[in-house]
C-alpha cells in the first residue's frame, strides 16, 4: 500500500522570503500526487497536481511543486511567502486502480511571521 | 447552494448515542469519500462510494456505517459513538477521472466538528 511522509510538522517563514515543504511517498510504480491546502475552520483546497508528464507543475496561488521519481519526493515551493499563506498543508497520494482514493500526509502547519 | 456542504456543523452527543453526519453535493460526482481529522494522523479515509448504492471500507471503518442510495447524498452513521470517535469529519466528492486518468481533483466539504462526551 502507498504512503506519505511529511517530515516537518511545523514550519515558520518570513513574509517575502521562500518556501519549501516536503513530501516523500511510497509507491513501487508511478503515483498520483496532489498537494493541498487547508485554511483555519475550512475545507482542503487542491493547490496543484502531478499524473504524468513534465516533472515540475504549477498550481494556485503561485505554488509550484517538483516531482522526483529517484528521490520519492514532490516537494512544495514557493519563491515569496505571503501572510495569508499561513494554513496547513497536505501531500497526498494515489496508486494505480486505487479507485480514486488517496493517501494523505500527516500534514505541515505553516506559519508566517510579519 | 452549488457545491459540497456538511450538516450539522457542530455536534455534540454522549456516548452511546447514534449520531448521522450528512453531505450533500451537487456536481453528480460519481465518488464519495468520508475522512476523519485527528492531530497526527492527517487525514484518514473511513468510506467511500465509487457510485450510488456501491460503497467500500477505507483505512478506518469501525464503528461507522454509510449509505448511498442517490448520487448526491452520503451520510455517515456513527451506531453507538465513542469518545475515540471525537474529531472533525470531512466530506468530499470527484468525478472520473478525465483524459484516462484514473485520478480526479476531490473537492472538500466544510467540515464537521463532533464531540463525543
Known amino acids: 500500500a502507498q504512503s506519505v511522509t511529511q517530515p516537518d510538522i511545523h514550519i515558520t517563514v518570513s513574509e517575502g522570503a521562500s518556501l519549501e515543504l516536503r513530501c516523500n511517498y511510497s509507491?513501487?510504480?508511478?503515483?498520483?500526487l496532489f498537494w493541498y491546502v487547508q485554511s483555519p475552520g475550512q475545507g482542503l483546497q487542491l493547490l496543484l497536481k502531478?499524473?504524468?508528464?513534465?516533472?515540475l507543475v504549477q498550481g494556485i496561488k503561485g505554488f509550484e511543486a517538483e516531482f522526483k521519481r529517484s528521490q520519492s519526493s514532490f516537494n512544495l515551493r514557493k519563491p515569496s511567502v505571503h501572510w495569508s499563506d499561513a494554513a496547513e498543508y497536505f501531500c497526498?497520494?494515489?496508486?494505480?486502480?486505487?479507485?480514486?482514493?488517496?493517501?494523505f500526509g500527516t500534514g505541515t502547519q505553516l506559519k508566517v511571521e510579519l | 447552494d452549488a457545491g459540497i456542504t456538511q450538516s450539522p456543523r457542530y455536534k455534540i452527543t454522549e456516548t452511546g448515542r447514534q449520531v448521522t453526519l450528512m453531505c450533500h453535493q451537487t456536481?453528480?460526482?460519481?465518488?464519495m469519500f468520508w475522512y476523519r481529522q485527528d492531530l497526527g494522523h492527517g487525514l484518514r479515509l473511513i468510506y467511500y462510494?465509487?457510485?450510488?448504492?456501491i460503497t467500500d471500507k477505507g483505512e478506518v471503518p469501525d464503528g461507522y456505517v454509510v449509505s448511498r442510495s442517490k448520487t448526491e447524498n452520503f451520510p455517515l452513521t456513527l451506531e453507538s459513538a465513542t469518545r475515540s470517535q471525537t474529531s472533525v469529519y470531512f466530506c468530499?466528492?470527484?468525478?472520473w477521472g478525465g483524459g484516462g486518468a484514473s485520478y480526479n481533483e476531490q473537492f472538500f466539504g466544510p467540515g464537521t466538528r463532533l464531540t463525543v462526551l
Open positions: 456536481w453528480s460526482h460519481s465518488y
Open positions: 497526498a497520494v494515489g496508486a494505480e486502480g486505487g479507485g480514486n482514493k488517496l493517501t
Open positions: 502531478y499524473f504524468s508528464g513534465d516533472t
Open positions: 509507491y513501487g510504480a508511478t503515483p498520483y
Open positions: 468530499a466528492s470527484s468525478d
Open positions: 462510494s465509487a457510485a450510488a448504492d
